[in-house]
C-alpha cells in the first residue's frame, strides 16, 4: 500500500540554522500538508500547498517558514532560522483528487539546541 | 473558532472490555470528520471519516458514529494491541477547499491482557 515517506527521522541542529525537511508524498495524491506536534500537545496545522501554490497557512507559518515543491515527487519544508520552540514533530501529509482524507508520513523529529 | 474536544484523556481497559471515547466539536459548517490511531513517536494513521450527522464506519473493532454535536469512537472486544492515540479532527466548511484540519488532544487508550 503506498505510504507517505519523510526524510530524516531525526534531525538536530543549533539555533538559528536552516533545515529542510522533505516529504515524498502518496503518487497520485495533488494537496500536501505539513503539520507540526510539540511533545505532548496537539497535531497543529501550518500550510497546505495545491498546484504550486500555499492554499491555507496558519498562524504559525510565519516569513520564517517555506514550502517547495522542487520536482514531481519531493515536497519540502523550510525553515530559516530555527528557535528552540521549533522543536517538534514534524508530519506531511497528502490527499488524493476528490477526497478530504489526508495520508500521514511517519515524521521527522526536530531538536533545535 | 473551531474546536474539538477529546474525552476521557485516557482510558484504562482490561482486554474484552468495550468502550467508547467522545469527540465533541464546534464548528460553523463540517465538511468532514476524521479518525485517526497515533502510536507513540509514529504519524497518524488515518481510520475514518464521517460527513454527515447518523452516519456510521466499521473496521475490524472499531465503529465510528457522528451526531451534529460530536462523535463516538465504539471499541467492541478491545486487545492489546487495540492501545495507542486515537486522535479526532475535523475539517471546517468554510475557507479553501482541502485545507486544514482541527485535531483535539487525543485519548490515550491502554488495554491490558
Known amino acids: 500500500e503506498p505510504e507517505v515517506t519523510q526524510t530524516p527521522s531525526h534531525q538536530v541542529t543549533q539555533m538559528g540554522q536552516e533545515v529542510i525537511l522533505r516529504c515524498v508524498p502518496i503518487s497520485n495524491h495533488l494537496y500536501f500538508y505539513w503539520y507540526r506536534q510539540i511533545l505532548g500537545q496537539k497535531v497543529e496545522f501550518l500550510v497546505s500547498f495545491y498546484n504550486n501554490e500555499i492554499s491555507e497557512k496558519s498562524e504559525i507559518f510565519d516569513d520564517q517558514f517555506s514550502v517547495e515543491r522542487p520536482d514531481g515527487s519531493n515536497f519540502t519544508l523550510k525553515i530559516r532560522s530555527t528557535k528552540l520552540e521549533d522543536s517538534a514533530m514534524y508530519f506531511c501529509?497528502?490527499?488524493?483528487?476528490?477526497?478530504?482524507?489526508?495520508?500521514f508520513g511517519p515524521g521527522t523529529r526536530l531538536l533545535v539546541l | 473558532e473551531d474546536q474539538v474536544t477529546q474525552s476521557p484523556e485516557a482510558l484504562r481497559l482490561q482486554e474484552g472490555e468495550s468502550s467508547s471515547l467522545n469527540c465533541s466539536y464546534t464548528v460553523s459548517g463540517l465538511r468532514g470528520l476524521f479518525w485517526y490511531r497515533q502510536d507513540p513517536g509514529k504519524g497518524p494513521e488515518f481510520l475514518f471519516t464521517l460527513y454527515s450527522a447518523g452516519e456510521e464506519k466499521e473496521k475490524e473493532r472499531l465503529k465510528a458514529t457522528l451526531t451534529k454535536k460530536e462523535s463516538f469512537l465504539h471499541i467492541t472486544a478491545p486487545k492489546p494491541e487495540d492501545s495507542a492515540t486515537y486522535l479526532c479532527?475535523?475539517?471546517?466548511?468554510?475557507?479553501?477547499?482541502?485545507?486544514?484540519?482541527?485535531f483535539g488532544q487525543g485519548t490515550i487508550l491502554t488495554v491490558h491482557p
Open positions: 479532527a475535523l475539517r471546517d466548511a468554510g475557507g479553501t477547499s482541502y485545507g486544514k484540519l482541527t
Open positions: 501529509a497528502s490527499s488524493p483528487p476528490g477526497s478530504e482524507t489526508q495520508y
